[in-house]
Antibody, heavy 119, light 107 residues
Framework: QVQLVQSGAEVKEPGASVKVSCKASGYTFTTYGISWVRQAPGQGLRWMGWISVFNGNTKYPQNLQGRVTMTTDTSTSTAYMELRSLRSDDTADYYC????????????WGQGTTVTVSS | EIVMTQSPATLSVSPGERATLSCRASQSVSSNLGWYQQKPGQAPRLLIYGASTRATGIPARFSGSGSGTEFTLTISSLQSEDFAVYYCQQYHNWPRTFGGGTKVEIK
C-alpha cells in the first residue's frame, strides 16, 4: 500500500538545524510531488512548501524563504525537509504528504515528526 | 496570499444530525479546494478534493460543494467517528493555504 514513513522525534536548541526525512513506498516516487505541513501545539495546519520529485523544483511560502530547503533522493524514494536557525516557535509536528498536484490535494500523509526547540 | 476563513470555529452537533461547515477564500480558487479531517494525535486525512469529489474510501455521508470563493462541507448524519477538526485548503495559487479549522464536537 502507499505509505510515507517519517523519521523520529527531534529535540534541538535555538539556532540549530533539523532535517526530517520521509520515505515513500507503494508507488512510483517520481510521479508525484511532496508537500510539507506543520502544526504547532494546539494550532492549525500551516503549509511549508512543495517539491517536485520529478525535477526538484520547489515552492516555499515567503515567511520560510531562506530558512527551509526541501530535497529528494530518488534512489531511496526519500524526501527531506531541512529547517535552519530554529526558534522556539518552530516547535511543531511536521508532516510530509503526497501531493497529487493542482485540483487533487494531499492524499497520503506521513505519521508526523515532532520537533521540539528548547534550550 | 489567499486567505482561507472557516466558520464556525466550533460546531456542536448531536450524533445522527447534519453538520454544515463553511470555508471562504479571499479570492477565487476555482474548484481547487480540498477538505481534510484530523483527529487528536493523528495525521490529517483527505476527505474531498476538487471541491466536491470524495477521496478513496470516504463514506457517502461526506459531501463538498461550492466554487470560486464559497465552499461547504456537509456531513449528512454524524457518526461518533466524525467528531474531529476539519480543515479546508486551496491549491489554486502558491502558497497553498489552509483555513483555521472547524472543530466538530458532540452536543
Amino acid at each position: 500500500q502507499v505509505q510515507l514513513v517519517q523519521s523520529g522525534a527531534e529535540v534541538k536548541e535555538p539556532g540549530a538545524s533539523v532535517k526530517v526525512s520521509c520515505k515513500a513506498s507503494g508507488y512510483t516516487f517520481t510521479t508525484y510531488g511532496i508537500s510539507w505541513v506543520r502544526q504547532a501545539p494546539g494550532q492549525g495546519l500551516r503549509w511549508m512548501g512543495w517539491i517536485s520529485v520529478f525535477n526538484g523544483n520547489t515552492k516555499y511560502p515567503q515567511n520560510l524563504q531562506g530558512r527551509v530547503t526541501m530535497t529528494t533522493d530518488t534512489s531511496t524514494s526519500t524526501a527531506y525537509m531541512e529547517l535552519r536557525s530554529l526558534r522556539s516557535d518552530d516547535t511543531a509536528d511536521y508532516y510530509c504528504a503526497r501531493d497529487l498536484g493542482p485540483s487533487e490535494g494531499l492524499d497520503v500523509w506521513g505519521q508526523g515528526t515532532t520537533v521540539t526547540v528548547s534550550s | 496570499e489567499i486567505v482561507m476563513t472557516q466558520s464556525p470555529a466550533t460546531l456542536s452537533v448531536s450524533p445522527g444530525e447534519r453538520a454544515t461547515l463553511s470555508c471562504r477564500a479571499s479570492q477565487s480558487v476555482s474548484s481547487n479546494l480540498g477538505w481534510y479531517q484530523q483527529k487528536p494525535g493523528q495525521a490529517p486525512r483527505l476527505l474531498i478534493y476538487g471541491a466536491s469529489t470524495r477521496a478513496t474510501g470516504i463514506p457517502a455521508r461526506f459531501s463538498g460543494s461550492g466554487s470560486g470563493t464559497e465552499f461547504t462541507l456537509t456531513i449528512s448524519s454524524l457518526q461518533s467517528e466524525d467528531f474531529a477538526v476539519y480543515y479546508c485548503q486551496q491549491y489554486h495559487n502558491w502558497p497553498r493555504t489552509f483555513g483555521g479549522g472547524t472543530k466538530v464536537e458532540i452536543k
